[in-house]
């Protein structure tokens, strides 16, 4: 059997972990043959391809980034998508499919599998830990640890200056990142996309913490908004997967708070920061593990499916399923932590 090997959508710390566990297991104990498609499925609708074997994944476990490079392509959106990966797979004799991604790339592995036949078997990557048929995604661990550590540092300029310092993380539709970190790192303030946040309560929670002549730390998710707001783009523009670009709520959060309280603010973005880099022990354990358990799926010809972790063990889900519904954090958690805002 020849598989072929992608990775989709954002990079994410962990990713060379995959691609080796599948590899090294399917080499040296199923004897598959393996191709990686270079930039997710783009490698695939244009027949990009580059050799993968035992010797090309040795010394990529602590790296970052991936080795076959990510996009955020969208087959099914263009003219003859589908067609063109059926041709490439059987030009270059490929019996299944691993794709590695988050809600975008799955999405695709789903319908080129349940619409069209074309085998494929899932891995969950975001570090947004947003999926909601596994307990967690790799690269959210290091992620969360990137952010903590910002939060931990910010927090000595913040008190020796007595300002307000607002630290803008990742997290679109959830806010997994910044519940984490901001607990973690102890942040007086956390706002995140489930929760519409009030600024009067906001500024409220910042002169308490000035009360007690400490400078406060404000952890907001880039897809937070105020009750009465939009949602602050840094660029309407749409990617393929009708995604904008965004950024931009820490540095208006920053602009009001300092214009309602009169306290100096000043805002941190961490951006990309929190994906680059080499991944947590613990990210590398889980994208291991999975790399292992999906070539075990390709083996038992269980397509159509994703590995996921539920407690301790990796199970195989329906891609289908894992990408319906968007895991996001529920209110009652939320609520546990604000004993520390303010």
């Keep these: 059997?020849?598989?072929?090997?992608?990775?989709?959508?954002?990079?994410?710390?962990?990713?060379?972990?995959?691609?080796?566990?599948?590899?090294?297991?399917?080499?040296?104990?199923?004897?598959?043959?393996?191709?990686?498609?270079k930039d997710g499925w783009r490698g695939a609708v244009e027949g990009d391809t580059v050799?993968?074997?035992?010797?090309?994944?040795?010394?990529?476990?602590?790296?970052?980034?991936?080795?076959?490079g990510s996009s955020r392509t969208n087959p099914l959106k263009q003219e003859n998508?589908?067609?063109?990966?059926?041709?490439?797979?059987?030009?270059?004799?490929?019996?299944?499919?691993?794709?590695?991604?988050?809600?975008?790339?799955?999405?695709?592995?789903?319908?080129?599998?349940?619409?069209?036949?074309?085998?494929c078997v899932g891995v969950p990557k975001t570090?947004?830990?947003?999926?909601?048929?596994?307990d967690y995604t790799?690269?959210?661990?290091?992620?969360?640890?990137?952010?903590?550590?910002?939060?931990?540092?910010?927090?000595?300029?913040?008190?020796?200056?007595?300002?307000?310092?607002?630290?803008?993380?990742?997290?679109?539709?959830?806010?997994?990142i910044a519940l984490h970190s901001g607990l973690a790192g102890g942040a007086n303030v956390i706002l995140?996309?489930?929760?519409?946040?009030?600024?009067?309560?906001?500024?409220?929670w910042v002169t308490s913490r000035f009360k007690a002549s400490y400078a406060p730390i404000v952890v907001v998710a880039e897809g937070a908004m105020p009750k009465d707001g939009e949602l602050v783009l840094k660029d309407a523009t749409k990617?393929?997967?009708?995604?904008?670009?965004?950024?931009?709520?820490g540095e208006w959060l920053a602009k009001e708070i300092e214009a309602r309280t009169g306290k100096e603010a000043r805002t941190t973005v961490l951006g990309h920061v929190q994906r680059g880099g080499t991944p947590s022990a613990f990210d590398r354990w889980l994208a291991t593990r999975f790399g292992l358990h999906a070539i075990d799926a390709v083996r038992d010809g269980d397509f159509g499916m994703m590995v996921a972790l539920k407690g301790t063990d990796i199970v195989r889900v329906p891609i289908a399923e894992a990408t319906a519904k968007l895991k996001t954090v529920d209110p009652a958690l939320y609520q546990e932590v604000g004993v520390f805002f303010g």
């Design 1 to 37: 059997m020849k598989v072929g090997v992608l990775t989709g959508g954002g990079d994410c710390p962990g990713l060379n972990a995959v691609i080796r566990g599948v590899v090294r297991k399917g080499v040296q104990e199923y004897g598959y043959g393996f191709i990686g498609f």
């Design 51 to 68: 050799p993968l074997d035992i010797p090309t994944v040795r010394g990529i476990l602590p790296r970052g980034g991936t080795i076959l």
């Design 81 to 119: 998508g589908v067609r063109l990966i059926k041709e490439n797979l059987a030009k270059y004799e490929v019996d299944a499919l691993v794709a590695i991604g988050g809600e975008d790339t799955l999405g695709v592995a789903a319908e080129l599998y349940g619409e069209y036949g074309i085998p």
């Design 127 to 134: 570090i947004d830990n947003d999926l909601s048929a596994t």
């Design 138 to 176: 790799f690269g959210f661990d290091t992620a969360v640890g990137i952010a903590t550590e910002a939060i931990d540092r910010l927090h000595t300029t913040a008190e020796s200056h007595m300002r307000v310092l607002v630290v803008e993380v990742m997290g679109r539709h959830a806010g997994w």
């Design 192 to 204: 995140i996309p489930e929760q519409r946040f009030d600024m009067d309560q906001v500024c409220a």
């Design 239 to 249: 990617d393929s997967f009708g995604h904008v670009r965004l950024s931009g709520v």
